[in-house]
């Protein structure tokens, strides 16, 4: 019998300075403070996590990161290691948003070792994957996804896998206000978990798969009724303390 988390994380962006922040902070634990049914995860800019930090200390919030550098340290300007991250108490980074491999060149194999360092510090990551709308028109999503999917998971055991989180993310859908039906993310989210059965075997069936593409309050409800849709990645609709907390209430 599977035994699946289900998780709702916002994905901030590159939205909310410290003081915004914090100001959210407040607002939002307010009115979450009794959910104990889901997970919940704020996933930050960087500048922010530290603030955040002591804010979500003891509370049922979840802090993840949007991004970290697979190197482990070193001479690497700019970037973001997964221990910089747990000193701040982030528990959660996402991993292949598709935003980093369109604007930012990230591949398949830079993602899979950024997994691979995650789970060595014990960050859980929220890999995403996701075609976009081209290849869907041509009938290629599915074997695009489980390619990113194999590729990505290929140097973890199978304990790691009960560590991951699995969100799919259909590109044409980020930001456009066009969900993916509830049937479509369904199918994608199934597909996903036959490719983790066949590289893993049947842990599989403890990896919460999340949806995310224009998820709000009012479809919500209507996704998480999909048998493989443990839950969703939310950008937009979690910029609003008061608005991203009717979500999870309807989730
Ligand atoms: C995202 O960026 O992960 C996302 C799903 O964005 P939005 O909810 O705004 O479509």
Sequence with gaps: MANRRRVIAGNWKMFKTVNEAEDYAIKFLEEVKDVTDLDVVLCAPFTALHALKNELEESIVHLGAQNMAWAE??????????????????????????????????????????????????????????????????GKAAEWVKNQVASALSGISKDDLLRIIVAYEPIWAIGTGKTASSKDAQEMCANI???????????????????????????????????????????????????????????
Aim: glycine residues 10%; proline residues 3%; aromatic residues 4%.
């Design 73 to 138: 340290e070193g001479a690497y300007t700019g970037e973001i290691s997964a221990r910089m991250l747990l000193d701040v108490a982030c528990t959660y980074v996402i991993l292949g948003h598709s935003e980093r491999r369109e604007m930012f060149g990230e591949t398949d194999h830079d993602v899979a070792k950024k997994v691979q360092q995650a789970l060595a510090v014990g960050l859980t990551p929220i890999f995403c994957c996701g075609e976009n709308l081209k290849l869907r028109e041509e």
């Design 193 to 251: 978990r036959a490719t983790l059965t066949e590289l893993m075997g049947s842990a599989s069936e403890n990896v919460p798969i999340l949806y995310g593409g224009s998820v709000k309050a009012e479809n919500i409800g209507e996704l998480m009724q999909e048998p493989d849709v443990d839950g969703a990645l939310v950008g937009g609709a979690s910029l609003d303390p008061l608005s991203f907390a009717k979500l999870i209430k309807n989730a």
